[in-house]
């Protein structure tokens, strides 16, 4: 007869409880992988001089010390703000009409095509939002007639 698998801290549908994940017997919270441990022991006191050194290559021309200091400094931003005329969203028909101010703020170079599908993607979901919220006060409404 097969053996059946450990249920500690899962519930009857096979997923762990709250505050549950992983094996319970496991690393605590907080505890850190030995390699990060041993790494940091190589490193111990040796910060500021590792430091001082790339900078100084740098500084001679060395491109890739020059692009791990200024990656440190200024890091490339992942994401930035759209600012553009967007008439109110309330309704999925206002979703309409705001993804046409969209495309027109794209075809006069206001936005790019990028950022505009990102915020396409947010319009799209505020529309679906807006048609389920909808429907649900109509249906609502009916059987509050019946």
Request: with cysteine; aromatic share 2%.
């Amino acid at each position: 007869m097969a053996k059946k698998p450990a249920t500690i801290g899962r519930k009857q549908d096979g997923t762990f409880k709250p505050g549950q994940s992983g094996n319970p017997a496991g690393r605590p919270v907080g505890a850190r992988h030995a390699t990060t441990l041993a790494v940091e022991a190589l490193l111990e006191g040796e910060h500021e001089k590792l430091t001082r050194t790339a900078i100084d290559k740098a500084l001679e021309g060395d491109t890739t010390a020059l692009r791990l200091c200024l990656d440190r400094i200024a890091p490339a931003r992942k994401d930035s703000p759209v600012s553009f005329a967007l008439p109110k969203v309330e309704s999925a028909q206002d979703a309409v009409s705001a993804s046409s101010a969209l495309l027109a703020a794209v075809a006069s170079g206001e936005v790019t095509p990028d950022e505009a599908g990102r915020v396409m993607a947010l319009l799209s979901a505020h529309k679906v939002l807006a048609t389920v919220s909808d429907l649900e006060l109509r249906i609502m409404e009916l059987e509050a007639k019946t």
